[in-house]
C-alpha cells in the first residue's frame, strides 16, 4: 500500500490505492505493545551485578545442601559422641582430618555434621522470622496507612514498642519464658514486625491519594482489593528488601541470645550454640578452628542474604529498569 | 517549640509508665524458685509461703503494682536474691554505672567522628576506592552479627597490639579496644547516612551554581554541602545509643567490664530476677530518654520540620 510510484498520470490512477485495508487487529495492537514484564525486568538487572548473581547460585546450593546433607553418604550424626578407637574414651577435640572434617568438639561430636544441622537451626529461625515479618508487618501496615480511624491506635503501640531497645525486649521476652525454639522465634516476631510496618505505613501514606485510587475508590472497589492492588506492587522492592535483611537479623539475634545465656538447648546445634561452644576454647591456639568454622560459614550466609536483598531492592524499583 | 517539647515528654513518660507495668505484671509470671536463691531446696512448703507473703508477693496485684511504683518514686529498685543476696539493687548499680557511662559516651563520641569523617571521605571519593572499601565496611558490620566480629576482634587485635584481653580499671591500655569495638557499628550506620545525604546533596542545583560561579571544591563542600548534610544526622543520635546499649552487653561481659551490660548478662545465668526486671527497666529508660532528646534536638535543628504535623509515627 502507497507504493505505487507515478510515472506518468495515466498510471496515477492506481487501482491499489482505492481498495479498502483490512482490519487487522495484531497489526493495530503492535503500536501499543511492548514485551515489558516486571519480574522479567527485575530478573534481568538483578544478574546484571555479578557478584548478586553469583551469591544467589551459592545461597541455593547451600540452602540445597543443607537440606540434603544428612542423606548423603559418609555423614555422621550431629548429637552423636564418637569414641577413639584405641583408648574408647570421648574423641575430644581431635583435629580436622580426612574421617572428621572439620575436627570434633570438646565432647567428641562431629563438628561437620554439627554446623550443617545447625546451619539448618538458624535458617528456620532466619526464614520463619522474615516470612511472619513479612506477612503481619504488611498486614499491619497497609491497614495503620490505609484505614484513618486505626492510625492513632497503632502509633501509640508502635510509638511504646519502638522505644525500647529490641534487645532488650528480646531478652525479657526469653528469660520469662525458657529458652527454646518456639520462644525464640516468638520473641523475635513481637519485634520483627515493627520496622516492615512502618514503612509500609509511610509508602501507603504517601500513595493512598493519589488520583486513581481515588478514581478507584469512586467505582465502588472494596478496601482490600484497592490495597492488593492498587499499593502493594509499589512496595515489592521494600518488603523484599526488609524481608532479606530479617534473615541475618535473626540469625545474629540468636547468636546474641546464645551468647548471654538464653539460647537453645545444647541439644540442639545452631550456629549460635556453636559459636559459644567455639569461644569457650578461643584462647588454645590449637582449638580455634572450633570458633572458625562456625563463624565463616555464618558470614557468609548472613552477608550473602544482606548483599542479594540489597541488589534485588535496586533491582525490583522500576525506576532502575530499562 | 516549647510545646512540642512538653507534649513529647507526656508521651514519654506515659510509655515509661506503660513499660514498667508491662514489665512488672511479666516479671510476675517467672517461677516462684527466682524468690528463694540456694535456699529453695531446704525450705518446706509453709515457710516458701511464709517468705513470699513477707516479700508483698501475695497481696492483691493492683497492691503489689502500688506499691512497686511507691519504690521506684523513691529511687529503691528492690534486693537482689541470688547475685549479692539482701543488697539493694541500687547499691549494686552505683559502682556499675560509671563505666558502662563512660564506655558509652566514648562509644557515641568515637563512631560520630569517625562516622561522619568516613562518610565525607566516600562521597568525595564517589565510586573510586576509598568509596568501595567504605562500603566493604559498613556491608560486613551490618551483615555479620556483632557478637561473631567482637570475639574476632578481641582474638586478633589483642594479639597484634599485645593489648591486655581482659579489662582492668588501673591498666589505660585496656580501655582503647572495648570503646573502639563498641563503636563499629554506629560508625557504620553514620558513615552509611553522611554518604547518602553529601551525595544526594551533589547532585543539587545550588551546587552546580556554586561551581559555575568557580568556588573552590573545598568551599564548596564544607560551606555548602557538608552543613545541609549535617542536619538529618541528628536523627540519628538515639538510634546509635540503642545501638550502643545492645553493644554494652555483648562487649562489656566479653571483656569483663564491671559494667551494667556484663551485670545483665550475669544475673540472667543466675536468674536472678529482681536484678533483671531493675536491668530491663533501666535500659527502657535510657531508650526512652534517648528518642525524646533525639526528637526534641531534631526539631531545634531543623526549622524546616512541621512539628504540627509531627503525630504520626517517626
Not at chain 1, 67 to 87: E, G, H, S
Not at chain 1, 269 to 276: A, E, K, Q, V
Not at chain 2, 64 to 88: E, T
Not at chain 2, 156 to 178: E, G, H, R
Request: aromatic share 12%; hydrophobic share 50%; charged share 15%.
Amino acid at each position: 500500500m502507497g507504493n505505487g510510484k507515478i510515472n506518468k498520470l495515466s498510471d496515477g490512477i492506481n487501482e491499489s490505492l482505492f481498495e479498502f485495508a483490512e482490519f487487522d487487529d495484531e497489526e493495530a495492537q503492535r503500536a501499543g505493545y511492548s514485551n515489558y514484564s516486571y519480574w522479567r525486568s527485575t530478573w534481568q538487572v538483578f544478574i546484571k551485578n555479578r557478584i548478586a548473581f553469583l551469591l544467589l547460585i551459592l545461597m541455593v546450593a547451600l540452602l540445597i545442601f543443607t537440606m540434603i546433607q544428612p542423606y548423603l553418604p559418609n555423614q555422621k550424626i550431629p548429637t552423636k559422641i564418637y569414641l577413639d578407637a584405641k583408648t574408647n574414651m570421648q574423641l575430644r577435640n581431635h583435629r580436622p582430618d580426612a574421617e572428621f572434617w572439620f575436627g570434633t568438639n570438646s565432647i567428641g561430636q562431629d563438628l561437620w555434621a554439627r554446623i550443617w544441622s545447625g546451619t539448618r537451626t538458624s535458617l528456620f529461625i532466619g526464614i520463619a522470622v522474615g516470612l511472619w515479618e513479612a506477612i503481619v508487618g504488611i498486614m499491619i501496615g497497609a491497614l495503620w496507612g490505609y484505614v484513618r480511624a486505626l492510625d492513632r491506635p497503632i502509633t501509640e503501640v508502635y510509638n511504646v514498642m519502638d522505644n525500647i531497645p529490641v534487645t532488650i525486649i528480646l531478652v525479657l521476652l526469653t528469660y520469662i519464658m525458657r529458652p527454646s525454639l518456639s520462644t525464640m522465634i516468638f520473641a523475635m516476631c513481637i519485634t520483627g514486625w515493627l520496622g516492615m510496618a512502618r514503612f509500609v505505613r509511610n509508602l501507603i501514606v504517601i500513595i493512598r491519594d493519589r488520583e486513581y485510587n481515588l478514581a478507584s475508590k469512586c467505582l465502588g472497589t472494596p478496601t482490600g482489593r484497592i490495597i492488593s492492588k492498587n499499593l502493594l506492587p509499589y512496595l515489592v522492592s521494600v518488603i523484599m528488601l526488609r524481608m532479606a535483611l530479617a534473615i541475618p537479623a535473626a540469625i545474629g539475634y540468636e547468636v546474641f541470645l546464645t551468647y548471654i545465656g538464653l539460647g537453645l538447648p545444647v541439644s540442639i546445634p545452631s550456629l549460635g550454640n556453636l559459636i559459644n561452644e567455639g569461644r569457650a576454647l578461643m584462647m588454645v591456639q590449637s582449638l580455634r578452628y572450633q570458633l572458625i568454622f562456625p563463624a565463616i560459614v555464618l558470614s557468609i550466609i548472613t552477608i550473602s542474604f544482606y548483599m542479594m536483598g540489597n541488589v534485588f531492592a535496586d533491582a525490583a524499583d522500576p525506576r532502575n529498569h530499562v | 517549640m516549647l510545646k512540642y517539647s512538653l507534649k513529647r515528654l507526656a508521651q514519654s513518660l506515659v510509655t515509661l509508665f506503660i513499660i514498667i507495668t508491662v514489665v512488672f505484671l511479666l516479671m510476675r509470671l517467672m517461677p516462684e524458685e527466682g524468690y528463694f536463691g540456694q535456699a529453695y531446696e531446704k525450705l518446706d512448703e509453709a515457710q516458701r509461703e511464709a517468705i513470699l507473703t513477707g516479700m508483698g508477693l501475695r497481696d492483691p496485684m493492683h497492691i503489689q503494682l502500688k506499691n512497686f511504683y511507691k519504690s521506684l518514686l523513691v529511687g529503691d529498685l528492690g534486693k537482689s536474691i541470688i547475685y549479692r543476696p539482701k543488697v539493694p539493687i541500687a547499691e549494686i548499680l552505683k559502682t556499675k554505672i560509671p563505666y558502662s557511662l563512660y564506655f558509652g559516651l566514648t562509644a557515641v563520641v568515637i563512631s560520630l567522628i569517625a562516622g561522619i569523617s568516613l562518610g565525607i571521605i566516600m562521597a568525595r571519593s564517589k565510586s573510586q576506592i576509598w568509596d568501595k572499601l567504605g562500603t566493604g565496611y559498613i556491608v560486613f558490620i551490618n551483615a555479620v552479627p556483632a557478637a561473631v566480629y567482637y570475639l574476632f576482634l578481641q582474638l586478633y587485635v589483642t594479639d597484634i597490639f599485645k593489648l591486655p584481653i581482659l579489662f582492668k580499671p588501673d591498666n589505660t591500655a585496656s580501655w582503647i579496644l572495648p570503646a573502639i569495638s563498641m563503636s563499629l557499628g554506629s560508625t557504620a550506620a553514620y558513615a552509611m547516612w553522611m554518604r547518602r545525604y553529601m551525595v544526594d546533596e551533589l547532585n543539587k542545583d545550588y551546587v552546580k551554581l556554586a561551581r559555575a560561579k568557580g568556588l573552590r571544591n573545598k568551599t564548596i563542600m564544607v560551606k555548602h554541602i557538608f552543613r545541609n548534610a549535617f542536619v538529618p544526622m541528628a536523627q540519628y543520635l538515639p538510634s546509635t545509643l540503642l545501638y550502643t546499649i545492645s553493644g554494652s552487653i555483648y562487649i562489656e561481659s566479653l571483656y569483663s567490664i564491671p559494667g551494667m551490660g556484663g551485670l545483665l548478662v550475669d544475673v540472667i545465668q543466675r536468674q536472678d530476677n529482681t536484678v533483671v526486671q531493675a536491668l530491663v527497666l533501666i535500659y527502657s529508660s535510657i531508650g526512652i530518654i534517648g528518642l525524646f532528646l533525639g526528637d526534641v534536638l531534631m526539631a531545634m535543628f531543623d526549622p524546616r520540620i512541621n512539628l504540627q504535623k509531627k503525630g504520626g509515627a517517626r
